[in-house]
């Protein structure tokens, strides 16, 4: 079974480091780009960005260019996405989801992790 | 950016009925690279329909999904329960962001 499992929830303070994760199983890790998806509270849908864990090319939305990274180790089939100074407004839930066709940039996302919730709160 | 406009925000209707979704472009989507997705309280987004009309492996056939360039739509023939939910567009031919729509919320009237 095709599978993206994702790390635990976060309750974090401003200014604090994170590193959230998904890690893929029951398919060609490195073969299918991955995305990260952000969801606030209530709210709907935005893109952040993909990485190709073949060879790491990453792609941004520009709205979350230089705010969060997004990387791969393939030695362990797991994407992850950080911040360096978390912000209040970065509270929401994070999902990752996988590219329906191996290879292809251009694609819907077909699997989704089940979501990790950032709670960032002083 | 393609900014993905959806209505309406909220429709009411009952078992048994046709709902009808719509997705507006603010430019074409290339290759008619336009995604439907179902989103249920506290679950994860689900594939409906890929490449405008394409329904997703497991998908029942009462969805389907037709349009191209800057007009799409997604249509539920027969309403079951466990369809009442919120459903996103998104297109992917473009480069960085792959815009999602702003969601129409389908409930039970």
């Known amino acids: 079974e095709v599978q993206l499992v994702q790390s635990g929830a976060e309750v974090k303070k401003p200014g604090e480091s994170l590193k959230i994760s998904c890690k893929g199983s029951g398919y060609s890790f490195t073969s299918y780009w991955i995305g990260w998806v952000r969801q606030m509270p209530g709210k709907g849908l935005e893109w952040m960005g993909i990485?190709?864990?073949?060879?790491?090319?990453?792609r941004y939305s520009p709205s979350f260019q230089g705010q969060v990274t997004i990387s791969a180790d393939k030695s362990i089939s797991t994407a992850y996405l950080q911040w360096s100074s978390l912000k209040a407004s970065d509270t929401a839930m994070y999902y990752c989801a996988k590219h329906r066709d191996s290879g292809s940039y251009y694609r819907a996302f077909d699997i989704w992790g089940q979501g990790t919730m950032v709670t960032v709160s002083s | 950016e393609i900014v993905l406009t959806q209505s309406p925000g909220t429709l009411s209707l009952s078992p048994g009925e046709r709902a009808t979704l719509s997705c507006r472009a603010s430019?074409?989507?290339?290759?008619?690279?336009l995604a439907w997705y179902q989103q249920k309280p506290g679950q994860a987004p689900r594939l409906l329909i890929y490449?405008?009309?394409s329904r997703a492996t497991g998908i029942p056939d009462r969805f389907s999904g037709s349009g191209s360039g800057t007009d799409f739509t997604l249509t539920i023939s027969r309403l079951e329960p466990e369809d009442f939910a919120v459903y996103y567009c998104?297109?992917?031919?473009?480069?960085?962001?792959?815009?999602f729509g702003q969601g129409t919320k389908l409930e039970i009237k």
């Open positions: 430019q074409s989507v290339s290759s008619s690279y």
């Open positions: 990485i190709y864990p073949g060879d790491s090319d990453t």
């Open positions: 998104q297109q992917y031919g473009s480069s960085p962001p792959r815009t």
């Open positions: 490449g405008a009309s």
